[in-house]
Structures are given as structure tokens and as C-alpha cells.
């Protein structure tokens, strides 16, 4: 028996506490902003609590600075940022009580928002960048957390900040960057910076046109150089090898001359060398007839010495030509100014077999390769039936 009612105490005792604890009141709250500032003022509404058949009677607000307000609907402001524990704690008509707490974080602090460039300076010459530039933010908030970050690169959208930032075109680019808290706090920034990686170009002209590559007469050349973005800083040359700068038109004379070229801009890039020859020629071939000479030829072969040419039958006419420079393209052959034979390689020679009697002109005619020409004459007596 004794058993049995102790087991009936103990049901009592529980159940006794469960309806206890069923008809406690239900305590929440929400507050605005969500986020407040310093000395900002917050609204702390409590009308989601409520009684169990009963009545709420009485609100107690602890803002956890030392601060005590009554009543379901309160306003406060914090002198000082921090995070602070907020508590209500409500009562009903019944002395039934329930207690929640909640933190609230109080924010004026901007942010704090750097960059990091890659390369970290400019890698070229007058502020310049001659490579492709990376950047990357970095953000920290120590109270309320950093909601945002967004950039936007010259006159372009904002976009959201995710990672490495890669500008690859050239240019002079001007990035607009900030990071917003939680709190609606924000700190912001900006960078200018030039980029130019394309090496400058440069014209050459000469003043005269040229034959088979080569001039005839002393030229005058001139360098015009080209860049779009950072300009011109200086145009070099090396003639025969040795090395100029150009300070305008170079005057270059007889010979063949070796001819490099280039320029750099401000930003420090280097044309790739541009490379010609330059050649200039200015004197005929030197022409000399071999056969005939004064004498008399009987079928090519000469018997006797004459103080002028005698030709009985055919002979062979040859010149030794000479140029030293860009040397010989043809020879020409002919008689009484009637062109009749052109001979383009050495040993230059014509045989000479047409039927006919008297006085006759031999003329050869030599030209080199710049357009120079040179030659020989000889009058004959000829006798070919």
C-alpha cells in the first residue's frame, strides 16, 4: 500500500509541474534597425509575446548597458558601438514569468576596404604598365560583417567583387571599388593606372626609287615612328652596324649598307628590329672590247696588225665588263645603232656573221644593276659575201 501511494505522490508532483510550465507566457521580441548606429534610436516591440489563459501584465526590458525600460513597445539608443545582450522578460496576470535575450550589434565603423595590384607597380617606364594587370580587394568589418563588395572599371556596370580582377585591355583605366557592412556603413576607394604592352612601329621612306634594288645617286632616308597610347620616346639606327639615334633625315652615299631600324615609347616597350639594305651605286661599269681590235681578221682569227680593223668573213666581238658594286645585268650589241644581240652572262661576246661590205660602227652598250651605263665603240672595215 505503502508503494502504491508513494507512486501516486510522484504523478501528482509531475503533473503538478507540467501545468506549471503549460501556462507559462511566451516572451519574443524583434527590434529596428537591424543594424542601429551610435546614437541612432531602436524600436524594441514585444507584441508577439503573449499569456496562457491569462494576461501579460508587465514588460522589463534589459538593453545590457545598465539601461531598464517597461512597456510592450520601447525605444533606446547606445552611446557606444559594441555588441550588446538585450533581455525581456514578461510577466502575467497570474506572477507568470518568461525571459528571452538577444543579441544586438551596434555599428558605426566603416569598413575597411584595400587593394592589392599585380605587378604591385608599374612594370614599365613614366608610370606605365607593360603587362596585363591583376587586382584583388580585400575587406574586413569587425563588428557587424561586411554585406558587399563591388567594383566598376572605368565607365563601365558595378559588378559584384568575387575574386581576382583581371584588365587586359590597354589603356589608361580608372576603378571605383567599396565595401558596405551590415550596418549600412560603407568605405570606398579608387585607382588610376596606364597600361601599354604594344611595341611602337616605324616607317621608313627614301627619297628615291630605286632599280634592281639599288640607287644610282646618294639618299636621303627618313624614320617616322608610331604609338597610340603612351608616344614616342626615341627612334634609333644602326648603319653598317653602328648605332644612331635620329634626330632626322640621314643622307647615306655609295656602297652596300646595312640598315637597322626601331623605336621605343614611353612606356618602355621595344620594337622588334626592322632590317634593310641600302644600296647606292653611283658609277657605270667599266667596258672594255677585247676583239676586234686594229688589226686584220680573216674568219675570226687575226693575221695581221692594222691601224684599224679589217674583217674578212665573220668574227667573234667580246668586251670584259667590270662593276664592282651591284654589278652587271646585261650587255648590248650593236651595229650602225641597230641593236643585235644582248648577252646577260659573262664572258659577254657576239659572233658577228652577216653578209655585207664597208664601214661599219660596232657599239657595246654595259649596265649594271643600279640603272649605270657604260660603253665602247669601234669602226671596222667588213667584207662577209
Request: overall charge negative; hydrophobic content about 35%.
Amino acid at each position: 500500500m505503502r508503494k502504491g501511494f508513494a507512486f501516486i505522490a510522484m504523478i501528482a508532483i509531475i503533473l503538478s509541474n507540467v501545468m506549471v510550465h503549460a501556462d507559462k507566457p511566451y516572451a519574443n521580441f524583434v527590434f529596428s534597425p537591424e543594424y542601429p548606429k551610435v546614437n541612432e534610436s531602436i524600436t524594441f516591440n514585444a507584441s508577439s509575446s503573449h499569456a496562457v489563459n491569462a494576461t501579460l501584465v508587465n514588460y522589463t526590458w534589459d538593453f545590457g548597458d545598465g539601461s531598464i525600460a517597461y512597456g510592450r513597445v520601447v525605444t533606446h539608443a547606445y552611446k557606444s558601438e559594441g555588441i550588446y545582450r538585450v533581455c525581456l522578460r514578461v510577466v502575467d496576470n497570474k506572477s507568470m514569468n518568461s525571459t528571452i535575450c538577444k543579441n544586438i550589434t551596434v555599428d558605426s565603423t566603416p569598413p575597411t576596404i584595400k587593394y592589392d595590384l599585380i605587378p604591385s607597380s608599374p612594370n614599365g617606364k613614366n608610370g606605365w604598365y607593360i603587362t596585363k594587370v591583376k587586382m584583388e580587394i580585400k575587406a574586413k568589418d569587425a563588428l557587424s560583417g561586411i554585406k558587399e563588395v563591388r567594383y566598376k572599371i572605368d565607365e563601365g556596370v558595378w559588378k559584384n567583387y568575387s575574386g581576382t580582377i583581371y584588365i587586359n585591355n590597354e589603356g589608361n583605366h580608372f576603378i571605383y571599388f567599396y565595401a558596405m557592412d551590415k550596418g549600412g556603413n560603407t568605405d570606398e576607394g579608387a585607382i588610376t593606372f596606364k597600361i601599354d604592352f604594344t611595341p611602337p612601329s616605324t616607317q621608313f621612306h627614301v627619297n628615291k626609287n630605286a632599280t634592281n634594288g639599288w640607287y644610282d645617286e646618294d639618299v636621303n632616308v627618313t624614320l617616322a615612328a608610331y604609338d597610340t597610347l603612351s608616344g614616342i620616346d626615341s627612334i634609333h639606327y644602326l648603319l653598317d652596324n653602328k648605332l644612331y639615334d635620329y634626330n632626322g633625315e640621314i643622307k647615306i652615299g655609295e656602297g652596300n649598307h646595312s640598315f637597322i631600324y626601331y623605336s621605343t615609347d614611353k612606356a618602355g616597350n621595344i620594337e622588334e628590329l626592322k632590317r634593310t639594305r641600302i644600296k647606292i651605286d653611283k658609277h657605270a661599269p667599266d667596258v672594255t672590247l677585247l676583239n676586234p681590235t686594229d688589226g686584220i681578221y680573216l674568219f675570226g682569227r687575226k693575221l695581221l696588225e692594222s691601224p684599224y680593223p679589217i674583217i674578212i668573213g665573220n668574227v667573234s666581238i667580246e668586251v670584259k665588263v667590270i662593276d664592282e658594286l651591284s654589278g652587271v645585268t646585261h650587255v648590248d650589241f650593236y651595229i650602225d645603232d641597230e641593236l643585235k644581240f644582248k648577252d646577260d652572262e659573262p664572258p659577254y661576246s657576239w659572233e658577228w656573221n652577216e653578209q655585207m661590205i664597208g664601214v661599219r660602227d660596232i657599239q657595246i652598250v654595259a649596265y649594271d644593276k643600279a640603272g649605270n651605263h657604260a660603253s665602247v665603240e669601234k669602226s671596222v672595215i667588213i667584207v662577209n659575201l
